[in-house]
């Protein structure tokens, strides 16, 4: 595997449903990101992690709850979504937390979708 | 605030065409400026940065970006595009927290 993956591509769950996200980059980087990607919106940063630890929350539900166990796996749990959680999820990483300033590498996305 | 605005959702082109898509930004100080493009069922790939220097940029694919400051623009170029270039295109600008504040997109449409 190269690059960032993510897993799974595409997920259906109802709003009782306990899912993770599963992101896993394998270029030695110490930063990785969780975005969300709506239909004609720009894209929302979520959480960032910095060699393991959470160096951003923007205000995201406590419905999303990250985990970073080491700096290439980056999970992202999900319970008791809203139908309006529906969107595509993306991973990045970067050599280190300054996505406003280094080149971030994305996975391909998982494409979520809450009935 | 900072923000960015990309004034075009879509935009239709012919192949062999040229192309200019369209980025505004809202920032105090100067600006770290990008533009990624993300192709059907990929992820975002960065196509060029801007940092400081030369005003004109270049990027991979035969892409170009020129920064005006005088116009908090930093359109994005190609002089003639291809059906492979189909995608939609973001700009973004880093803000002071080293994270980028993303424009809603535009996506590129090549007629044959």
């Known amino acids: 595997e190269t690059g960032v993956t993510q897993t799974p591509r595409h997920l259906v769950m109802g709003m009782t449903n306990k899912k993770s996200l599963k992101c896993e980059q394998h270029l030695g980087h110490n930063a990785m990101y969780w975005y969300k990607q709506s239909a004609k919106k720009p894209l929302e940063l979520m959480f960032v992690y910095n060699f393991k630890e959470q160096t951003e929350n923007n205000s995201v539900p406590s419905r999303f709850s990250p985990e970073c166990p080491n700096s290439s796996h980056l999970f992202l749990h999900l319970h008791t979504l809203q139908p309006e959680d529906s969107a595509l999820y993306l991973c990045?990483?970067?050599?280190?937390?300054?996505?406003?300033?280094?080149?971030?590498?994305f996975g391909p996305g998982t494409r979520l979708t809450v009935l | 605030a900072q923000s960015v605005t990309q004034p075009d959702i879509h935009i239709t082109v012919s192949e062999g065409a040229s192309l200019e898509l369209r980025c505004n930004y809202s920032?105090?100080?100067?600006?770290?400026l990008f533009w990624y493009v993300q192709s059907p069922g990929q992820g975002l790939q960065l196509l060029l940065k801007y940092f400081s220097g030369d005003t004109l940029v270049q990027g991979i694919k035969g892409f170009e970006a020129e920064f005006k400051r005088s116009q908090s623009s930093f359109n994005l170029r190609k002089p003639s595009v291809h059906w492979s270039d189909a995608a939609e295109y973001f700009c973004a600008v880093g803000d002071s927290n080293y994270q980028l504040i993303w424009g809603a997109g535009t996506k590129l449409i090549i007629k044959p």
């Open positions: 990045a990483s970067s050599q280190d937390g300054t996505g406003g300033y280094n080149e971030q590498f």
């Open positions: 920032y105090g100080a100067t600006p770290y």
